[in-house]
């Protein structure tokens, strides 16, 4: 789970932070940037984990 990548908004490689917040909707997941704090993904926990099944496409 520890994968780095490459924040959109200040360009730089990060390690997300991640952390699980408890709403009125749900349990969400979130994953923000360590250097610039802002959401990368947002994502209920009851949909699982589905990142890896992600396909990624260079620029």
């Given amino acids: 789970m ?3 990548v490459i924040c959109p908004w200040c ?3 990060t390690l997300p932070k991640l952390a699980t917040i408890t ?3 749900g349990t969400i997941n979130e994953r923000r940037c360590s250097l610039c704090g ?3 993904a947002a994502y209920l926990k ?3 984990d589905f ?3 992600i396909r990624k496409y260079p620029n």
């Fill in 2 to 4: 520890g994968k780095e």
């Fill in 11 to 13: 360009e730089e490689k």
């Fill in 23 to 25: 709403k009125e909707h």
């Fill in 38 to 40: 802002k959401i990368l």
């Fill in 46 to 48: 009851e949909d699982g």
């Fill in 51 to 53: 990142f890896s099944s």
